[in-house]
């Protein structure tokens, strides 16, 4: 657990070179590498959930130090961070990202909590943009979603979302939660074949009504614009009570722009352990996952599905504002594949 909170890639880079000017007496040298304790200590408390090493009072303040970082982005300078042992920092997943607090000019109102990330250098830069088309095509849809916009920092377009284990404030309460991997009982470098892997052993963790319906729905989701990413960190648990946790807000769907086929999941959909994203298979998952009759399953299948291919143009254009790293036309393949029989 500890590790998942420690300093890393550009956070880390950040904050080092920040450390020895606000706190002098530390004697910081910012060209010695950090070890763990340090790492950890000097972790802002930003990251995934409530978890955090020290008191938060005595956390350095490193706002001015991402900013500083945001200013520098180019396509460039994000090659390099992936040049790293990690891109992370302490919010998780490779892509580069940082902890922000999106103002919405759009809906004055409180100072949200949120991630800022980008794409990595092996991607295609609008492949954030993907992504946000396909969770503005969820909320559409009925799903759980985080408030999300694009943003572009040195001609670079990067996904701003909405942090679900924070409160609606900076001064707001920090939520405990936990990655399905750790619900699932499962560690860091787990094989996809580990039965723990499996949708339906997750479903079982889920007791708050409609939560099986809407993980069934994301699953479908998933295979329809080609996620193949789907293991067990990129969905989570959010505590609402003493024992009661609630399946958190979607995050992390990423079309795979290179999609040839039907999708293989990281995590099995069926009690059979079947992962290829099928319409046999998800309508297995339909009745073992959602509780659904064959007919209803079915049914909802074909409704994402027709509502991603009908839809998905006008949100990716709302999402590209007219920039040039976006072309819309090389993601046809992708969001109106049609070879899941």
């Known amino acids: 657990m500890f590790c998942d909170i420690a300093l890393s890639g550009w956070a880390l880079d950040a904050v080092q070179k920040r450390a020895g000017k606000v706190l002098p007496d530390w004697n910081i040298d910012p060209d010695e590498p950090w070890g763990w304790w340090e790492r950890l200590i000097f972790a802002p408390a930003d ?67 949120s991630i800022l990330k980008f794409a990595l250098p092996s991607e295609r830069p609008d492949s954030v943009i993907a992504e946000a088309t396909a969770l503005s095509l969820a909320r559409e849809m009925g799903l759980r979603v985080p408030e999300h916009r694009v943003t572009w920092w040195g001609g670079q377009p990067a996904l701003c979302i909405c942090r679900f284990d ?20 499962l560690v860091p470098g787990s094989q996809v074949e580990d039965p723990k892997q499996s949708y339906v052993r997750l479903r079982s963790k889920l007791k708050r009504p409609g939560d099986g319906l809407e993980l069934f729905k994301r699953i479908v989701l998933n295979a329809v614009v080609g996620n193949t990413d789907d293991h067990p960190w990129n969905t989570s ?16 769907v990423l079309p795979f722009f290179s999609r040839t086929g039907r999708p293989v999941f990281r995590m099995a959909i069926t009690d059979r352990q079947e992962r290829v994203g099928s319409i046999s298979n998800l309508v297995s998952a339909g009745r073992l996952i959602g509780g659904l009759q064959e007919e209803m399953a079915r049914q909802l299948i074909a409704e994402i599905s027709s509502h991603v291919r009908d839809h998905w143009q006008t949100i990716f254009e709302r999402h590209a504002q007219g920039q040039a790293e976006a072309a819309m036309e090389d993601w046809a393949p992708v969001f109106e594949f049609d070879g899941m029989a």
């Not at 396509?75 to 997943?93: D, M, V, Y």
């Open 47 to 113: 990251g995934f959930g409530a978890l955090f090493v020290g008191d938060v009072q005595d956390k350095q303040r490193v706002e001015a130090a991402l900013v500083e970082e945001l200013s520098r982005v180019t396509k460039a300078s994000l090659e390099r961070i992936a040049l790293g042992e990690s891109s992370s920092g302490a919010l998780g997943g490779e892509r580069p990202k940082i902890a922000i607090h999106w103002e919405d000019d759009r809906n004055p109102g409180p100072v949200h909590p």
């Open 166 to 185: 924070r409160g609606p404030r900076i001064d707001g309460p920090a939520f405990h939660c936990v990655s399905a991997a750790t619900a699932l009982d």
């Open 237 to 252: 648990l959010r505590q609402v009570g003493l024992g009661d946790w609630e399946l958190a807000p979607l995050y992390d």
